[in-house]
Nanobody, 127 residues
Framework: VQLQASGGGLVQANDSLRLSCAVS????????LGWFRQAPGKEREFVAA????????YYSDSVNGRFTSSRDNPRNTGYLQMNRLKPEDTAVYYC?????????????????????WGQGTQVTVSS
């Protein structure tokens, strides 16, 4: 299984970015897709989780209302649209596929519930 995250970059505060996560080796339509981030010196933190149907999502309080997760199951690709970016959003962003099929629960906010991870893409927001 491979996950390829892309779309990161250097932007200014209040700009937008869209991250992509291309998945191969696993049928994404059966799994919740998670997004996490890790800033230097900090633990990996939950950002968003999108159910296998795309109809339900969790977001962290810090991004709720600014970030939107979506997916294109035929393309086996997930997306994270990030609007009104803030300097505190600066981190390496990771996508991950749930280790269980057809599950969408608060457990999906925990990184240890994900089996496969992408390599991460850097997002840097300047003030």
């Amino acid at each position: 299984v491979q996950l390829q995250a892309s779309g990161g970059g250097l932007v200014q505060a209040n700009d937008s970015l869209r991250l992509s996560c291309a998945v191969s080796g696993r049928t994404l339509s059966r799994f919740t897709l998670g997004w996490f981030r890790q800033a230097p010196g900090k633990e990996r933190e939950f950002v968003a989780a999108l159910s296998w149907t795309g109809g339900d999502a969790y977001y962290s309080d810090s991004v709720n209302g600014r970030f939107t997760s979506s997916r294109d199951n035929p393309r086996n690709t997930g997306y994270l649209q990030m609007n009104r970016l803030k300097p505190e959003d600066t981190a390496v962003y990771y996508c991950a596929v749930d280790r269980m099929v057809y599950r969408f629960s608060p457990s999906n906010k925990r990184p240890n519930e994900y089996e496969d991870w992408g390599q991460g893409t850097q997002v840097t927001v300047s003030s």
